[in-house]
Protein backbone atom coordinates (compact mmCIF):
# COMPACT_ATOMS: atom_id res chain seq x y z
CA UNK A 1 0.00 0.00 0.00
CA UNK A 2 2.40 2.49 1.12
CA UNK A 3 5.00 1.39 -2.25
CA UNK A 4 1.84 2.29 -4.36
CA UNK A 5 1.12 5.63 -2.35
CA UNK A 6 4.84 6.47 -3.31
CA UNK A 7 4.62 5.68 -7.18
CA UNK A 8 1.45 7.76 -6.61
CA UNK A 9 2.96 10.64 -5.02
CA UNK A 10 6.13 10.83 -7.24
CA UNK A 11 4.82 9.84 -10.57
CA UNK A 12 6.46 7.29 -11.13
CA UNK A 13 6.09 4.61 -14.06
CA UNK A 14 9.00 2.94 -13.33
CA UNK A 15 7.79 -0.31 -11.62
CA UNK A 16 11.02 -2.22 -11.49
CA UNK A 17 12.51 0.84 -9.99
CA UNK A 18 9.67 0.77 -7.07
CA UNK A 19 9.09 -2.99 -6.72
CA UNK A 20 13.51 -3.18 -6.10
CA UNK A 21 12.39 -0.22 -3.33
CA UNK A 22 9.12 -2.12 -1.58
CA UNK A 23 11.22 -5.30 -1.62
CA UNK A 24 14.24 -3.44 -0.06
CA UNK A 25 12.21 -1.80 2.65
CA UNK A 26 11.17 -5.23 3.77
CA UNK A 27 14.63 -6.39 3.97
CA UNK A 28 15.19 -3.27 6.27
CA UNK A 29 12.07 -4.75 8.25
CA UNK A 30 13.59 -7.88 8.52
CA UNK A 31 17.25 -5.70 9.83
CA UNK A 32 15.03 -4.09 12.18
CA UNK A 33 13.69 -7.44 14.27
CA UNK A 34 17.74 -8.44 14.24
CA UNK A 35 18.65 -5.22 15.69
CA UNK A 36 15.97 -5.19 18.55
CA UNK A 37 16.65 -8.61 19.33
CA UNK A 38 20.52 -7.98 19.62
CA UNK A 39 19.52 -4.49 21.80
CA UNK A 40 18.49 -7.17 24.65
CA UNK A 41 21.84 -8.92 24.48
CA UNK A 42 24.13 -5.59 24.51
CA UNK A 43 22.15 -4.62 27.30
CA UNK A 44 22.77 -7.56 29.52
CA UNK A 45 26.75 -7.37 27.61
CA UNK A 46 27.14 -3.82 29.08
CA UNK A 47 25.89 -4.74 32.38
CA UNK A 48 28.15 -7.35 32.89
CA UNK A 49 31.24 -5.24 31.72
CA UNK A 50 29.97 -2.91 34.52
CA UNK A 51 29.72 -5.33 37.22
CA UNK A 52 32.43 -6.93 36.72
CA UNK A 53 34.66 -3.26 36.56
CA UNK A 54 33.22 -2.16 39.38
CA UNK A 55 34.74 -5.27 40.89
CA UNK A 56 38.22 -4.51 39.77
CA UNK A 57 38.14 -0.70 41.78
CA UNK A 58 40.82 -0.41 44.01
CA UNK A 59 38.63 0.59 46.60
CA UNK A 60 35.17 -1.27 45.81
CA UNK A 61 32.47 -1.62 47.69
CA UNK A 62 31.34 -4.86 49.35
CA UNK A 63 28.13 -4.75 47.08
CA UNK A 64 30.37 -3.93 44.18
CA UNK A 65 33.02 -6.83 45.25
CA UNK A 66 29.86 -8.89 45.86
CA UNK A 67 27.51 -7.64 43.15
CA UNK A 68 23.31 -8.79 42.42
CA UNK A 69 24.02 -10.71 39.03
CA UNK A 70 20.50 -11.83 38.81
CA UNK A 71 20.01 -9.36 35.63
CA UNK A 72 23.26 -10.82 34.11
CA UNK A 73 21.85 -14.17 34.77
CA UNK A 74 18.75 -13.93 33.81
CA UNK A 75 17.70 -16.97 32.13
CA UNK A 76 15.83 -15.79 28.93
CA UNK A 77 18.39 -13.28 28.59
CA UNK A 78 21.19 -16.52 28.68
CA UNK A 79 19.16 -18.84 26.32
CA UNK A 80 19.13 -15.76 24.18
CA UNK A 81 22.64 -15.13 24.08
CA UNK A 82 23.39 -18.85 23.63
CA UNK A 83 21.09 -19.17 20.55
CA UNK A 84 23.35 -19.94 17.79
CA UNK A 85 20.55 -18.88 15.24
CA UNK A 86 20.21 -15.33 16.34
CA UNK A 87 24.14 -15.34 16.44
CA UNK A 88 24.70 -16.47 12.56
CA UNK A 89 21.90 -13.97 12.16
CA UNK A 90 23.03 -11.45 12.92
CA UNK A 91 26.64 -11.73 11.59
CA UNK A 92 25.21 -12.74 8.30
CA UNK A 93 23.49 -9.07 8.32
CA UNK A 94 26.00 -7.39 9.74
CA UNK A 95 23.73 -5.75 12.74
CA UNK A 96 26.57 -3.65 14.18
CA UNK A 97 24.57 -0.59 15.07
CA UNK A 98 24.92 -1.18 18.47
CA UNK A 99 28.48 -1.50 19.10
CA UNK A 100 29.32 1.61 17.18
CA UNK A 101 26.56 3.31 19.16
CA UNK A 102 26.60 2.39 22.58
CA UNK A 103 25.04 5.77 23.87
CA UNK A 104 21.70 3.95 23.59
CA UNK A 105 22.33 0.94 24.94
CA UNK A 106 23.59 2.73 27.98
CA UNK A 107 20.72 4.90 28.58
CA UNK A 108 18.22 1.95 27.63
CA UNK A 109 20.24 0.08 30.44
CA UNK A 110 19.76 3.09 32.75
CA UNK A 111 16.13 3.67 31.83
CA UNK A 112 15.94 -0.20 33.00
CA UNK A 113 17.61 0.01 36.18
CA UNK A 114 15.75 3.02 37.53
CA UNK A 115 12.16 1.28 36.95
CA UNK A 116 10.02 0.02 39.31
CA UNK A 117 10.13 -3.60 37.60
CA UNK A 118 13.94 -4.00 38.16
CA UNK A 119 14.02 -3.04 41.85
CA UNK A 120 10.72 -5.70 42.25
CA UNK A 121 13.22 -8.34 40.24
CA UNK A 122 16.20 -7.87 41.87
CA UNK A 123 14.74 -7.95 45.35
CA UNK A 124 12.99 -11.34 44.59
CA UNK A 125 15.14 -13.99 46.79
CA UNK A 126 14.20 -16.41 43.70
CA UNK A 127 12.57 -16.62 40.33
CA UNK A 128 12.24 -19.57 37.60
CA UNK A 129 12.29 -19.55 34.14
CA UNK A 130 8.81 -18.02 33.94
CA UNK A 131 9.67 -15.47 36.01
CA UNK A 132 12.86 -14.66 34.37
CA UNK A 133 11.13 -14.46 30.84
CA UNK A 134 7.78 -12.61 32.05
CA UNK A 135 9.78 -9.76 33.30
CA UNK A 136 12.21 -9.68 30.09
CA UNK A 137 8.82 -9.26 28.20
CA UNK A 138 7.26 -7.34 30.76
CA UNK A 139 10.55 -5.00 30.44
CA UNK A 140 10.57 -5.18 26.83
CA UNK A 141 7.03 -3.70 26.39
CA UNK A 142 7.09 -1.19 28.97
CA UNK A 143 10.82 0.01 29.20
CA UNK A 144 12.73 -0.97 26.31
CA UNK A 145 9.95 -0.37 23.18
CA UNK A 146 8.68 2.74 24.35
CA UNK A 147 11.87 4.34 24.99
CA UNK A 148 12.02 7.61 23.29
CA UNK A 149 15.72 8.03 23.10
CA UNK A 150 15.94 4.44 21.33
CA UNK A 151 12.73 5.89 19.21
CA UNK A 152 15.12 8.80 17.96
CA UNK A 153 18.08 6.68 16.99
CA UNK A 154 15.57 4.25 14.73
CA UNK A 155 14.04 7.42 13.03
CA UNK A 156 17.20 9.09 12.67
CA UNK A 157 19.00 5.87 11.28
CA UNK A 158 16.07 4.30 8.64
CA UNK A 159 12.89 6.38 8.81
CA UNK A 160 10.98 3.32 7.13
CA UNK A 161 11.35 1.77 10.49
CA UNK A 162 9.27 3.73 12.27
CA UNK A 163 5.82 1.93 10.41
CA UNK A 164 7.60 -1.52 11.27
CA UNK A 165 8.41 -0.80 14.88
CA UNK A 166 4.80 -1.74 16.20
CA UNK A 167 4.81 -5.08 13.98
CA UNK A 168 8.08 -6.03 15.30
CA UNK A 169 7.94 -5.20 18.73
CA UNK A 170 4.74 -7.54 18.65
CA UNK A 171 6.90 -10.33 17.21
CA UNK A 172 9.63 -10.00 19.38
CA UNK A 173 7.12 -10.48 22.72
CA UNK A 174 5.20 -13.51 21.08
CA UNK A 175 8.71 -14.96 21.04
CA UNK A 176 9.79 -14.47 23.93
CA UNK A 177 6.54 -15.57 25.82
CA UNK A 178 6.54 -18.51 23.54
CA UNK A 179 9.69 -19.93 24.98
CA UNK A 180 8.95 -22.53 27.59
CA UNK A 181 12.14 -23.80 29.61
CA UNK A 182 16.00 -22.90 29.82
CA UNK A 183 16.55 -26.14 27.19
CA UNK A 184 14.57 -24.28 24.70
CA UNK A 185 15.95 -22.96 21.40
CA UNK A 186 15.53 -19.98 20.18
CA UNK A 187 14.94 -19.85 16.45
CA UNK A 188 15.20 -16.11 14.58
CA UNK A 189 12.35 -16.42 12.15
CA UNK A 190 12.17 -15.96 8.69
CA UNK A 191 11.69 -13.05 6.23
CA UNK A 192 9.08 -15.28 4.40
CA UNK A 193 7.41 -18.25 4.76
CA UNK A 194 8.12 -19.87 1.67
CA UNK A 195 8.59 -18.59 -2.01
CA UNK A 196 4.86 -18.44 -2.43
CA UNK A 197 5.07 -15.88 0.49
CA UNK A 198 8.06 -13.75 -1.32
CA UNK A 199 5.69 -14.05 -4.76
CA UNK A 200 2.53 -13.15 -3.34
CA UNK A 201 4.16 -9.55 -2.39
CA UNK A 202 5.33 -8.77 -5.92
CA UNK A 203 2.21 -10.57 -7.64
CA UNK A 204 -0.16 -8.46 -5.76
CA UNK A 205 2.16 -4.91 -6.44
CA UNK A 206 2.28 -5.71 -9.99
CA UNK A 207 -1.56 -6.55 -10.56
CA UNK A 208 -2.48 -3.43 -8.38
CA UNK A 209 -0.12 -1.36 -10.15
CA UNK A 210 -0.64 -2.37 -13.83
CA UNK A 211 -4.76 -2.67 -13.38
CA UNK A 212 -5.48 0.33 -11.35
CA UNK A 213 -7.83 1.71 -14.17
CA UNK A 214 -9.88 -1.51 -14.12
CA UNK A 215 -10.12 -2.19 -10.82
CA UNK A 216 -11.22 1.72 -9.57
CA UNK A 217 -13.68 0.63 -12.19
CA UNK A 218 -15.29 -2.06 -9.66
CA UNK A 219 -16.14 0.48 -6.82
CA UNK A 220 -17.07 3.82 -8.25
CA UNK A 221 -20.53 2.75 -9.10
CA UNK A 222 -20.50 1.00 -5.32
CA UNK A 223 -20.11 4.87 -4.18
CA UNK A 224 -23.51 6.56 -4.64
CA UNK A 225 -23.21 9.31 -2.12
CA UNK A 226 -19.81 10.20 -2.58
CA UNK A 227 -17.87 11.91 -4.93
CA UNK A 228 -14.83 9.45 -6.25
CA UNK A 229 -12.47 13.09 -6.65
CA UNK A 230 -13.35 13.31 -2.89
CA UNK A 231 -12.23 9.69 -1.51
CA UNK A 232 -8.72 9.99 -0.07
CA UNK A 233 -6.32 8.63 -2.19
CA UNK A 234 -5.40 5.96 0.42
CA UNK A 235 -8.60 4.56 0.40
CA UNK A 236 -8.68 4.18 -3.09
CA UNK A 237 -5.25 1.80 -3.24
CA UNK A 238 -6.70 0.20 0.02
CA UNK A 239 -10.15 -0.46 -2.24
CA UNK A 240 -7.94 -1.99 -5.35
CA UNK A 241 -5.78 -3.98 -3.17
CA UNK A 242 -8.69 -5.45 -1.55
CA UNK A 243 -10.25 -6.12 -5.49
CA UNK A 244 -7.15 -7.49 -6.63
CA UNK A 245 -6.82 -9.98 -3.76
CA UNK A 246 -10.71 -10.68 -4.21
CA UNK A 247 -10.19 -11.56 -8.01
CA UNK A 248 -6.68 -12.29 -8.68
CA UNK A 249 -5.88 -14.35 -5.30
CA UNK A 250 -8.28 -17.65 -5.35
CA UNK A 251 -6.57 -19.12 -2.61
CA UNK A 252 -7.33 -15.98 0.38
CA UNK A 253 -10.12 -16.44 1.49
CA UNK A 254 -12.90 -13.45 0.75
CA UNK A 255 -12.83 -12.75 5.00
CA UNK A 256 -9.16 -12.24 5.45
CA UNK A 257 -8.95 -10.28 2.34
CA UNK A 258 -11.99 -7.70 4.17
CA UNK A 259 -10.40 -7.93 7.54
CA UNK A 260 -6.44 -7.27 6.47
CA UNK A 261 -7.37 -4.07 4.43
CA UNK A 262 -10.07 -2.91 7.17
CA UNK A 263 -7.20 -2.82 9.83
CA UNK A 264 -4.72 -1.59 6.96
CA UNK A 265 -7.40 1.15 7.23
CA UNK A 266 -7.47 2.20 10.69
CA UNK A 267 -4.25 2.34 10.99
CA UNK A 268 -2.87 4.87 7.92
CA UNK A 269 -6.61 6.38 6.80
CA UNK A 270 -9.02 8.74 8.00
CA UNK A 271 -11.23 7.99 11.15
CA UNK A 272 -14.56 7.01 9.28
CA UNK A 273 -12.45 4.97 6.20
CA UNK A 274 -12.97 1.51 8.12
CA UNK A 275 -16.65 1.81 7.84
CA UNK A 276 -16.41 3.28 3.86
CA UNK A 277 -14.29 0.70 2.70
CA UNK A 278 -16.35 -2.31 4.75
CA UNK A 279 -19.39 -0.98 3.28
CA UNK A 280 -18.38 -0.95 -0.39
CA UNK A 281 -16.61 -4.16 -0.32
CA UNK A 282 -19.25 -5.95 1.43
CA UNK A 283 -21.39 -4.49 -1.51
CA UNK A 284 -19.14 -5.79 -4.15
CA UNK A 285 -18.63 -9.18 -2.56
CA UNK A 286 -21.92 -9.45 -2.39
CA UNK A 287 -22.42 -8.74 -6.01
CA UNK A 288 -19.58 -10.44 -6.95
CA UNK A 289 -21.34 -13.66 -5.27
CA UNK A 290 -24.45 -12.87 -7.30
CA UNK A 291 -22.58 -12.87 -10.55
CA UNK A 292 -20.36 -15.83 -9.45
CA UNK A 293 -17.43 -13.75 -10.25
CA UNK A 294 -15.66 -14.89 -7.05
CA UNK A 295 -13.22 -18.11 -7.88
CA UNK A 296 -12.12 -19.35 -4.24
CA UNK A 297 -10.06 -22.64 -4.20
CA UNK A 298 -10.14 -24.80 -0.87
CA UNK A 299 -12.63 -25.12 2.33
CA UNK A 300 -14.51 -21.98 3.73
CA UNK A 301 -12.69 -19.31 1.62
CA UNK A 302 -15.97 -17.75 1.08
Same mark, same amino acid.
Given at each position: ?7 ? *? ?19 M ?15 ? *?????? $? ?34 ? @? ?6 I ?35 ? $? ?29 ? $? ?12 ? *? ?15 ? $? ?15 ? @? ?21 E ?5 L ?7 L ?28 F?N ?11 ? @? ?11
Open positions: MQGIYAMH *KHESENLDKEEKFLFQSIENYDLYLLMLSALLEIRL *KEEEYL $DLASKKHLATKEERNPNRKFVENKLLTLLANSESLE @NAIDERTSNWKRNDDVILLLLEAIKTSELYQEYMNATTSSFND $DKNFIADLFSEVIAPNDKLYDYLEDYKLTWL $DDLPTINTLVLKQI *KQLKNENDTFLVTKLYK $DLDDKDYVKNLFRKTVL @NEVELSKEYIDKTPNWDTERIAIDTIIKMAICELKFPSIPVKVTINEYLEIAKEYSTPKSSIIGILDNIVKDYQK @NNRLTKAGRGLL
